[in-house]
């Protein structure tokens, strides 16, 4: 017990001396912790089960519309398998197209490298104003959040001006996005309504009617439309064979940033890519149906590079690693970064039901970032070790994933990664603890529990229920009720099917 | 600075990918397509031709290529789509101007792009202002038109989606985006019924804008609140022509 919360052994991997990813992908305080601390937050729970009740139907309604919806998600998957195992020749081709077409490349391995082109090319471009700052305005990126963008922006004397209606909730509130599409999914329009009251001086009395609150939203952005001269975006689509960019949005910000100022400055994933202007046949059905339950989506801007005298002229894009490189070198996980961020897998998770976007501390919550925030940082970030618990592994995510990711088995094999990471022989304080719950658990019925993440797992009828538990697991239990517990724990049943399965594995 | 991280990005893929020879592009099986092998050098890519130009999409996993809708079943199932995303329809053959006179009587100003059939805006008694190549409309000036009237590329109609690709008369991006108000003409001929069909008549190296409705947001709730930032009066006529 001397060594609580400390792992005795670090276990070395292959592949992991590739660096991992910084930024806001670090979970500060491991998953249990986090979540406690938004379990107990009521409204948030409201808002966040009301929001993803409805998004669910209207995704289920749009789907069942589409006969060959299967044979869709069969082309998203092969598609970006087939990016994965071609990147080096798909991101040289993209980079010669778009360079061709008059746009300027940058690479960046890391957080630091990215924000400090960006710094760069804002200072060479956007004026100094009567407030000694510069000033940009951006469109929803999670590359950029990912890599606290803003934060790093603010330092160097530059303000970056989110313009997503969302985003600007979650800035105005000086707050953390909780949902990659709805960042702001976890305000009510009460909630809203106050936070605009308090810091749009101009925008006189309001209501809440989401309609008055969007028109205050447009007012209050206009000029900075109109007059700021050098936009950042991310993108959800990089197209290999042409050099282009496209960006899926709704507001007609997006479109406001991509064509009014005369600098734009994207910042992308090397994964984004896909590698035939054709292939978006089948992605632009995948992602609006997918995500917000729409046909589609209000507004799409395509690019490629720049045009004369339409739009921005001067054109950059920042590739960045951070992190996936490392992640596409675990052949078990690569598939997470086929990822398409449509956010059906969070709105169908149970877990992220109850505890929201901010328990997982990343930039990506839900099922994806219980499996990608660990694999772009490496399993041995013991904060982000937990993230893979934190699912009932129901499989609901896998089904509605638009590219078919398998994100249950990723995160069995990611804690089975943390196992051996953090936990050999004995380790952290979870283990102790739950070591010390384990009589508590000796009369077990049911195997929906695995170690860290048993106390989410669903809500069981009948039988044997245990209301609390000792230590850090007891902050778990103070939010549900757990289920009574099988007489094996979850690490001896993983060393027995480790042991077991391992001529098999052999044979792979 | 950039350059090395290149190198070094590219290499870690490769490693990644199990490939040897650290930072040579040792090439892999193109799992999808047998037509040609990855270039055996990142920098040796030739841009018309990358590792799978020359199939149409990656997996063809056997999805509709093109839909079922044709004549007026197109055009109702466009109209519907509209509807459902609360654009406005109307419906004109030959000559659209008297719609367009209606539809835009009440402001003073409007733009349109170079290409414009200008006899569409004999109806009108306002000021028509024709944005094009080195006279462009300023950003200001645009902000002072009350609407913009254009016509479109191609027309998705299961999805309800117009598709403007940056010609003459399509017009720049920003005079579809600043006015208020869009009166966007769809030709029968460029009803397409589903998204593969779209993409398949549109040239990627064109400025794209696909639009589905006016302006909207689901950031309050996820209820859909119509008119945000873009043109928030979509009016679409549908001309038979
Ligand atoms: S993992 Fe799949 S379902 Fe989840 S956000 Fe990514 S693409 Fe969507």
Not at chain 1, 24 to 47: C, G, K, T, Y
Not at chain 1, 111 to 128: C, R
Not at chain 2, 84 to 93: F, L
């Amino acid at each position: 017990m001397t060594f609580l919360g400390m792992p005795l052994l670090r276990s070395k991997h292959a592949h992991s001396d590739l660096p991992g990813g910084q930024g806001n992908i670090v979970e500060a305080e491991a998953f249990p912790e986090a979540s406690q601390q938004h379990l107990s937050n009521q409204q948030l729970r409201n808002n966040i089960g009301h929001a993803t009740s409805t998004i669910r139907s209207k995704r289920a309604e749009v789907v069942s519309e589409l006969d060959d919806w299967e044979r869709l998600r069969d082309a998203g998957e092969a598609t970006k398998n087939e990016v994965m195992e071609n990147l080096p020749e798909y991101l040289a081709q993209f980079e010669a197209a778009f360079t061709a077409a008059g746009g300027i490349i940058h690479w960046a391995r890391d957080a630091d490298e990215a924000n400090a082109i960006v710094t760069e090319l804002v200072e060479d471009n956007a004026p100094v104003l009567e407030s000694g700052r510069r000033e940009v305005i951006k469109v929803k990126s999670m590359a950029t959040q990912e890599i606290g963008l803003n934060e790093h922006l603010e330092a160097e004397g530059i303000d970056a001006f989110e313009t997503d209606l969302a985003e600007l909730i979650v800035q105005l509130g000086d707050d953390k996005p909780s949902h990659i599409l709805v960042p702001a999914i976890h305000r009510n329009r009460d909630e809203i309504r106050e936070i605009f009251m308090d810091k749009m001086p101009d925008a006189g009395q309001l209501t809440n009617e989401p309609a008055v609150l969007a028109e205050a939203a447009r007012k209050h952005l206009r000029h900075k439309f109109l007059t700021t001269k050098v936009a950042i975006s991310g993108a959800n689509f990089g197209i290999a064979e042409t050099g282009t960019l496209g960006v899926v949005e709704s507001e007609g910000n997006g479109r406001m940033c991509l064509t009014l100022p005369e600098t734009l400055i994207t910042v992308m994933g090397i994964e984004k890519l896909l590698p035939r202007f054709a292939d978006l046949e089948v992605f632009l059905q995948l992602l609006p149906r997918s995500s917000t339950g729409e046909r589609m989506n209000p507004y799409t801007s395509f690019w490629t590079g720049k045009f004369e005298g339409d739009g921005p002229q001067n054109v950059h894009l920042v590739l960045l690693d951070n992190g996936r490189t490392r992640a596409l070198a675990d052949e078990h996980g690569r598939t997470a970064l086929n990822c398409i961020r449509c956010s059906a897998c969070m709105n169908v998770c149970p877990v992220y039901e109850r505890t929201g976007g901010h328990a997982y501390g990343s930039t990506y919550p839900g099922p994806i970032g219980a499996i990608l925030s660990p694999l772009l940082t490496g399993v041995e970030d013991e904060a982000n070790g937990s993230l893979p618990y934190a699912s009932s592994l129901c499989g609901a995510c896998y089904d509605v994933c638009p590219v078919k990711i398998n994100i249950p088995e990723i995160l069995v094999h990611l804690r089975g990664e943390d196992v051996k990471a953090n936990h050999s022989p004995v380790s952290s304080q979870l283990d102790a603890a739950l070591t010390g719950a384990s009589w508590m658990m000796s009369d077990g019925k049911r195997m929906t529990a695995a170690e860290k993440g048993l106390p989410l797992a669903h809500k069981v009828t009948g039988g044997e229920q245990i209301n609390d538990l000792p230590g850090i697991a007891g902050a778990w239990t103070s939010s549900r009720d757990i289920p009574a517990l099988p007489e094996k724990s979850f690490r001896q049943l993983w060393a027995e099917e480790e042991a077991d399965g391992s001529d098999e594995k052999g044979q792979r | 600075m950039t350059d090395t991280a290149r190198e070094e990005i590219l290499a870690r893929i490769n490693e990644a990918l199990g490939r040897r020879g650290g930072g040579e592009y040792v090439s892999s099986t193109v799992r999808t397509t047998s037509a040609s092998a990855a270039p055996a050098n990142a920098d040796d890519v030739d841009t018309t031709d990358g590792p799978a130009a020359t199939e149409a999409t990656a997996a063809d996993s056997g999805y509709h290529h093109e839909g079922a809708h044709t004549g007026e079943d197109l055009v109702d199932l466009l109209i519907d789509r509209l509807v459902d995303y609360k654009a406005n329809v109307h419906r004109a053959s030959g000559d659209p101007g008297e719609t367009i006179a209606e539809l835009i009587g009440d402001h003073s100003s409007v733009v349109v792009p170079r290409g414009l059939d200008e006899t569409w805006l004999a109806g009108f008694s306002g000021d028509v202002r024709v944005d094009s190549p080195g006279e462009e409309l300023s950003v200001d000036e645009l902000d002072a038109q009350g609407a913009v009237v254009t016509a479109s590329a191609v027309a998705i109609a299961q999805t309800g989606t117009i598709v403007l690709d940056g010609s003459s008369t399509s017009g720049r991006r920003a005079i579809t985006l600043v006015p208020d108000h869009h009166v966007c003409i769809v030709r029968t001929g460029d009803i397409v019924d589903i998204v593969p069909e779209g993409i398949a008549r549109l040239d990627a190296h064109a400025p794209l804008t696909f639009i589905s409705g006016p302006s909207a947001t689901s950031d309050i709730e996820l209820s859909r609140v119509e008119g945000v930032h873009g043109p928030r009066t979509l009016d679409v006529i549908i001309l038979e022509a």
